[in-house]
T-cell receptor, first 109, second 114 residues
Framework: DAKTTQPTSMDCAEGRAANLPCNHSTISGNEYVYWYRQIHSQGPQYIIHGLKNNETNEMASLIITEDRKSSTLILPHATLRDTAVYYCIVNNAGNMLTFGGGTRLMVKP | DTGVSQNPRHKITKRGQNVTFRCDPISEHNRLYWYRQTLGQGPEFLTYFQNEAQLEKSRLLSDRFSAERPKGSFSTLEIQRTEQGDSAMYLC????????????FGPGTRLTVL
């Protein structure tokens, strides 16, 4: 079973920030938080990952709470192309990924 | 394009036929994973290789399924005597064994069993 809980769906206005929450209250000390997204009929796309500190790359920012029990993926300026299912996964390096249901993000004009 | 390629992209077959899919990972990656995704669900793990060695297999991988990774480069996934329930997207991912071991996915092979 997936170790994360995410809202089933979210809407965001184009050009606004999309904030996608994830709860992972049973995360262990050596598990990373990974985010992937999947656009219809394509393979999952890696977005970002983190262990303890907040992370930022060209796609998104990842904010992890101090107790590591939850995190938020931030897409700073959402576009229509960001419409996808977003998966939050906690994982030890080298293990298979366990996908939950993810959050279906709909970016609207 | 992640650098992971899969062929074919689509396969339609009749029940009872055998099918084989190929995955070419990112060249320096030593780990290779197979996942299966049915409509409306997230991907589910099937099996995993480190170099040539198949290290883990899911209970989803019935005896009709076999995967190989000769020489630790590309991998093949074969399904024998296909059933309609095998219809799914078959995804391959690769990673470089290191502290974070991020997996990068290919575009998938969509199998339809008639």
């Amino acid at each position: 079973d997936a170790k994360t809980t995410q809202p089933t769906s979210m809407d965001c206005a184009e050009g606004r920030a999309a904030n996608l929450p994830c709860n992972h209250s049973t995360i262990s000390g050596n598990e990373y938080v990974y985010w992937y997204r999947q656009i219809h009929s394509q393979g999952p796309q890696y977005i970002i990952h983190g262990l303890k500190n907040n992370e930022t790359n060209e796609m998104a920012s990842l904010i992890i709470t101090e107790d590591r029990k939850s995190s938020t993926l931030i897409l700073p300026h959402a576009t229509l192309r960001d419409t996808a299912v977003y998966y939050c996964i906690v994982n030890n390096a080298g293990n298979m990924l366990t996908f939950g249901g993810g959050t279906r993000l709909m970016v609207k004009p | 394009d992640t650098g992971v390629s899969q062929n074919p992209r689509h396969k339609i077959t009749k029940r009872g036929q055998n099918v084989t899919f190929r995955c070419d990972p990112i060249s320096e990656h030593n780990r290779l994973y197979w996942y299966r995704q049915t409509l409306g669900q997230g991907p589910e793990f099937l099996t995993y290789f480190q170099n040539e060695a198949q290290l883990e297999k899911s209970r989803l991988l019935s005896d009709r399924f076999s995967a190989e990774r000769p020489k630790g480069s590309f991998s093949t996934l074969e399904i024998q005597r296909t059933e309609q329930g095998d219809s799914a997207m078959y995804l391959c991912a690769s990673s470089l064994a290191q502290s974070t071991d991020t997996q990068y996915f290919g575009p998938g092979t969509r199998l339809t069993v008639l």
